[in-house]
């Protein structure tokens, strides 16, 4: 019966659905959204419920269009067409001014966070070891790429200068990478784990300690301070030490950020469903088994690592070029043990899970911004409640037993409209 209803009724079910979520939605969107409507754009309160009144009018044509996008082509098309949407409406915004910089950079900082979460999500997922030094893949991408991009900034445009910062700070995570994992990945488990963490401790404490200056007679490089660097008049600091970088030309924007992302899935999903890929993840369902049938071991494990750190050095340049002066304590073990995070709630091997985990508590503390007080505990109790619904064994048998049933629900409707196309015709 309620098959039927639905077959027949399609228009009353979309209606009933929407108004269960604006009902229950608005109240709380508006109480977030309001007050900083209102302080960043300098609104009234009426003028902020028209804006957001339009918001949710255009929410509303989106999820009808959406839908017959849907029924006609496939959830992956009406994907595709809604993330070009989204990318594409951010991009105007930050564009034309109406965005403003805070927004700007959040979004560019979450195009960094998702390649991370992405890139990291191939080593943890497919290659099944545990790493916690992408931190110091991204110190080393980030340091290299912003010198290149501080030299050129005077001779080279912005177009030119961007993709070869990013170009030589992949390089550089690249062959740190392979010297990192030739002997790291001889280790498993929690030892693996350990000798990143190291990694990603020790590239930190170099750069706080390492002083680097430019003049007319090239590099001068100094482990005591700036004044040892013994520049001439015209010479200037460009690492000085716990300071970090300081004169960055701001480069990055977010649609150079949409496009590595784009780059970063492309190339990884085809690796994962490449021969490489098939062979990297039997290494990881049974190393001995993959062993015994001739797959080099050594050659597939340092393919996935130094692949992952080349993103990770690529993203660490693109979030470089988004500030003036950045140091090195920022990317100590809590951004690595972060974007492992955004990887785990995503789900271990669920590449589009990481990204939606990496956007989602990218932009949550911003949201939570004006209740600073109990801010860190809502973003505490968020993370909680999406560990257990991943990760629970309950919670996955009843996730299965929803979708067996909507599954065999949809095709009892199907079964009953083409039975009475056939009655009519």
Request: proline share 2%; glycine share 12%; aromatic share 8%.
């Amino acid at each position: 019966m309620k098959q039927q209803f639905a077959a027949k009724h399609p228009w009353t079910i979309l209606a009933a659905g929407a108004a269960i979520q604006v009902l229950t939605g608005l109240p709380a969107a508006w109480g977030v959204f309001q007050q900083p409507v209102m302080e960043e754009y300098g609104l009234s309160e009426q003028g902020a419920g028209y804006a957001f009144a339009l918001l949710i009018a255009a929410f509303g044509v989106g999820c009808v269009l959406g839908g017959f996008l849907q029924d006609r082509h496939g959830p992956r098309c009406a994907g595709l067409w809604g993330t070009a949407l989204l990318c594409g409406g951010s991009a105007a915004l930050i564009y034309s001014g109406a965005a403003s910089r805070q927004i700007s950079n959040m979004l560019i900082s979450m195009a960094c966070y998702i390649v991370m979460a992405v890139s990291l999500n191939l080593v943890v997922g497919l290659l099944g070891e545990l790493s916690l030094g992408h931190a110091g893949f991204m110190s080393v991408g980030l340091f290299t790429g912003c010198l290149l991009s501080i030299q050129l900034a005077q001779s080279v445009p912005i177009g030119v200068r961007m993709p070869l910062s990013m170009l030589l700070g992949g390089v550089a995570a690249a062959v740190v990478g392979l010297l990192v994992g030739l002997p790291a990945l001889r280790l498993k488990g929690d030892y693996l784990a350990i000798v990143t963490l190291a990694f990603g401790e020790i590239v930190k404490n170099v750069m706080n300690a390492c002083y680097l200056g430019v003049d007319s007679h090239g590099l001068h490089f100094s482990l005591k301070d700036s004044a040892s660097l013994n520049l001439e008049v015209d010479g200037k600091v460009l690492i000085n030490g716990a300071m970090g970088i300081t004169g960055i030309k701001k480069a990055s924007t977010f649609t150079i950020g949409i496009v590595l992302v784009i780059v970063t899935l492309l190339v990884i999903l085809n690796l994962v469903n490449s021969r490489a890929g098939r062979a990297i993840k039997a290494i990881r369902d049974n190393e001995i088994a993959a062993r015994s049938v001739g797959i080099p071991i050594t050659k597939y494990k340092l393919m996935a690592f130094v692949t992952s750190a080349v993103f990770a050095g690529v993203a660490g340049v693109l979030y470089a070029l988004n500030y003036s002066s950045l140091v090195a304590k920022k990317f100590d073990y809590n951004t690595s043990i972060l974007i492992l995070v955004f990887v785990v709630l995503g789900g271990i091997g669920n590449l589009r899970g990481s990204v939606i985990a990496a956007a989602v508590l990218t932009v949550l503390p911003e949201l939570l911004r004006s209740m600073n007080d109990y801010r860190m505990l809502i973003y505490a109790i968020v993370l909680i409640v999406v560990m257990i619904f991943n990760q629970s064994p309950e919670m996955i048998a009843l996730r299965k037993r929803l979708t067996a049933r909507f599954r065999k629900e949809d095709a009892e409707g199907k079964g009953a409209k083409d039975k009475e196309k056939k009655g009519v015709a």
